[in-house]
């Protein structure tokens, strides 16, 4: 169940100090990618790093970490046994993602870490993170339609949503290339607020090689992502009094994976397909938009059609995600992801349903179709053996990525 609110996730951290700052994160796409890139700069630049963003990825402790490497499975879930206990015995009633966030915090605590790069679940304002009060900087990412239920219709309302987490006298860095209406909506909110907000466009880090950073190949909107993180590298670390190594961090840039997100992976162990398959959680119009751009410009070589195993949650924008990604002839092969640890409300929209969908975006020129049901693992075979050595790309849902990665990794094991 989702319930925003700040009360609750208060009463939790009543009585855990916050002695670390804090890099505040908001948006609707990119919001992990700034985070992974830049707290991986904060700790190669010399500060104790944690790190906690959503949703988890294969395990529910997988979201938090401490200078790049993931909590340990024994000491999350003794945390978490204590904030459940004091959840239960002061009646507190927390949602299951405000009892993650206190989790997160107390471990950072613990960890003594100096700072933590702090990913919002859902929105801003209200959200469970924004019970951080004085963070050395805020970022606000590209922002599209998602959670419309939650925030708002229009990208005008999404913004005002998410400029909550604009704190008085704390710079907040802004993706440039948002539409002129929500910039004005930042903009006026930062006024409100007491404010600043940071423009991030390409090129403005003239320190940073960028010639460098293009060659490794990433599209124009993760660009953007790692031009906010930057920015806002710049402006923690001067709060920090710590100097910026731009070798070094030029080092972490390089080295730093995000999964889920354009990710080339071997599904060989899986189905025996030789060619890797491009894996990314676009689960929105706005990531749709980018996936399909970059599918066109990477696979869709001499015309040709590309093979999909497409997964969604339910009551998502299906003809908003799949518009951008189809292309006549494709295929398609729906399925359903499994049950979600620690969210056990979100559901996947039934197979059947996206198919019809695809079919209706493709006004009936869909190749072939298939319905794999709740069958992850057959809904690769299915897509292996009719896409026989083309293009495949697994999207539609950060849990469908989970499901797969974890049938990877028990292939492994």
């Given at each position: 169940?989702?319930?925003?609110?700040?009360?609750?996730?208060?009463?939790?951290?009543?009585?855990?100090?916050?002695?670390?700052?804090?890099?505040?994160?908001?948006?609707?796409?990119?919001?992990?990618?700034?985070?992974?890139?830049?707290?991986?700069?904060?700790?190669?630049?010399?500060?104790?790093?944690?790190?906690?963003?959503?949703?988890?990825?294969?395990?529910?402790?997988?979201?938090?970490?401490?200078?790049?490497?993931?909590?340990?499975?024994?000491?999350?879930?003794?945390?978490?046994?204590?904030?459940?206990?004091?959840?239960?015995?002061?009646?507190?009633?927390?949602?299951?993602?405000?009892?993650?966030?206190?989790?997160?915090?107390?471990?950072?605590?613990?960890?003594?870490?100096?700072?933590?790069?702090?990913?919002?679940?859902?929105?801003g304002r209200l959200d469970a993170t924004n019970v951080l009060k004085a963070p050395l900087v805020t970022v606000i990412s590209r922002i599209g339609l998602d959670h419309q239920q939650f925030l708002g219709e229009s990208l005008e309302q999404v913004?005002?949503?998410?400029?909550?987490?604009?704190?008085?006298?704390?710079?907040?860095?802004?993706?440039?290339?948002?539409?002129?209406?929500?910039?004005?909506?930042?903009?006026?909110?930062?006024?409100?607020?007491g404010a600043k907000t940071v423009t991030s466009s390409l090129g403005t880090q003239d320190k940073f090689a960028w010639k460098d950073i293009r060659e490794l190949g990433l599209e124009n909107q993760q660009l953007m992502n790692l031009s906010c993180a930057i920015v806002a590298l710049k402006l923690a670390l001067r709060q920090l009094g710590k100097p910026l190594d731009i070798q070094k961090s030029m080092a972490a840039i390089r080295d730093v994976k995000w999964p889920?997100?354009?990710?080339?992976?071997?599904?060989?162990?899986?189905?025996?397909?030789?060619?890797?398959?491009?894996?990314?959680?676009?689960?929105?119009?706005?990531?749709?938009?980018?996936?399909?751009?970059?599918?066109?410009?990477?696979?869709?070589?001499?015309?040709?059609?590309?093979?999909?195993?497409?997964?969604?949650?339910?009551?998502?924008?299906?003809?908003?995600?799949?518009?951008?990604?189809?292309?006549?002839?494709?295929?398609?092969?729906?399925?359903?992801?499994?049950?979600?640890?620690?969210?056990?409300?979100?559901?996947?929209?039934?197979?059947?349903?996206?198919?019809?969908?695809?079919?209706?975006?493709?006004?009936?020129?869909?190749?072939?179709?298939?319905?794999?049901?709740?069958?992850?693992?057959?809904?690769?075979?299915?897509?292996?053996?009719?896409?026989?050595?083309?293009?495949?790309?697994?999207?539609?849902?950060?849990?469908?990525?989970?499901?797969?990665?974890?049938?990877?990794?028990?292939?492994?094991?």
């Open positions: 169940m989702i319930e925003l609110g700040l009360a609750r996730v208060a009463r939790l951290l009543k009585h855990t100090p916050l002695p670390w700052r804090s890099v505040h994160v908001a948006g609707t796409n990119g919001k992990g990618s700034i985070c992974a890139y830049l707290s991986a700069m904060l700790h190669i630049n010399g500060v104790r790093c944690g790190r906690f963003t959503s949703p988890h990825l294969v395990d529910r402790w997988d979201c938090i970490s401490i200078d790049g490497k993931t909590v340990d499975e024994s000491l999350f879930r003794e945390v978490e046994a204590a904030v459940r206990r004091h959840n239960f015995s002061r009646s507190i009633g927390g949602t299951e993602f405000e009892l993650l966030t206190a989790t997160a915090f107390e471990i950072f605590t613990r960890g003594k870490v100096q700072a933590a790069v702090v990913e919002c679940g859902l929105g913004a005002t949503e998410k400029a909550g987490i604009m704190k008085p006298g704390v710079p907040c860095v802004v993706d440039a290339t948002n539409p002129e209406s929500v910039m004005k909506v930042l903009n006026l909110c930062a006024g409100l607020t889920g997100r354009l990710q080339r992976v071997s599904i060989q162990k899986l189905t025996g397909r030789a060619q890797d398959i491009l894996l990314d959680g676009a689960h929105n119009a706005q990531a749709a938009e980018l996936l399909g751009f970059h599918v066109g410009r990477t696979l869709r070589t001499a015309g040709q059609s590309v093979t999909w195993v497409i997964a969604a949650s339910r009551g998502k924008d299906l003809k908003g995600i799949l518009r951008p990604l189809l292309k006549p002839g494709d295929d398609v092969v729906a399925v359903e992801f499994g049950v979600v640890d620690g969210m056990p409300w979100v559901l996947p929209a039934a197979a059947k349903t996206i198919l019809e969908t695809a079919d209706g975006v493709l006004e009936g020129l869909c190749g072939r179709k298939r319905d794999a049901g709740r069958d992850v693992l057959g809904a690769l075979q299915q897509a292996t053996k009719i896409g026989a050595g083309g293009p495949l790309v697994i999207a539609g849902s950060l849990y469908l990525v989970s499901d797969v990665i974890r049938l990877l990794r028990d292939a492994d094991a």
